[in-house]
T-cell receptor, first 112, second 116 residues
């Protein structure tokens, strides 16, 4: 079955880089996503990566994918207090229709 | 334009009661998804509609849960004989159409269901 794992908590200082890690088990995953959830708000798609890529950069965000180890990471450069939120990685498997399987979320706390 | 909306935002009910949760997707989005997010966990897939039909309902936990989308737009998630374990945030998402590249799903703010 599909399983997506994330560490629960990350604390960084404002201006530092944050790295949030995720592992998944389904080798047939086509797309992998990073979502952000702030209190009282819906899930917001931050970025995604196709499974045949190993890196994607989008402004302060860098996604790294190690398909051999089924490891995905999200790096946030120059982390700001507004980046404090819960970050979810999710996979869309090739054989599961269009549903997403989410990890349990990593709570990022940014200290001023 | 408007995003995905869900009503009510909060619903408190008693064990054994029936509830309906409503989702209004983004106009023109043919795909609609329901997820359930329990406290401290990530969202879990419940059911997916393509148009009016349920293309995948494998995530529904049992036969107390049912969802409809009769006109291919608004969807209602129905829960019969609610149990305390049904307490969670129920999220709805919509996307343009099946199979479209990365197929971004746009999420609503959710309905927080509390079963006493």
């Amino acid at each position: 079955g599909e399983d997506v794992e994330q560490s629960l908590f990350l604390s960084v200082r404002e201006g530092d880089s944050s790295v949030i890690n995720c592992t998944y088990t389904d080798s047939s995953s086509t797309y992998l996503y990073w979502y952000k959830q702030e209190p009282g708000a819906g899930l917001q798609l931050l970025t995604y990566i196709f499974s045949n890529m190993d890196m994607k950069q989008d402004q302060r965000l860098t996604v790294l994918l190690n398909k051999k180890d089924k490891h995905l990471s999200l790096r946030i450069a120059d982390t700001q207090t507004g980046d404090s939120a819960i970050y979810f990685c999710a996979e869309r498997a090739n054989n599961a229709g269009n549903m997403l399987t989410f990890g349990g979320g990593t709570r990022l706390m940014v200290k001023p | 334009g408007a995003g995905v909306s869900q009503t009510p935002s909060n619903k408190v009910t008693e064990k054994g009661k029936y509830v309906e949760l409503r989702c209004d997707p983004i106009s023109g989005h043919t795909a609609l998804y329901w997820y359930r997010q329990s406290l401290g966990q990530g969202p879990e897939f419940l059911i997916y509609f393509q148009g009016t039909g349920a293309a995948d309902d494998s995530g529904l936990p049992n036969d107390r849960f049912f969802a409809v989308r009769p006109e291919g737009s608004v969807s209602t998630l129905k829960i019969q004989r609610t149990e305390r374990g049904d307490s969670a945030v129920y999220l709805c998402a919509s996307s343009k159409r099946e199979g479209l590249s990365y197929n971004e799903q746009f999420f609503g703010p959710g309905t927080r269901l509390t079963v006493l």
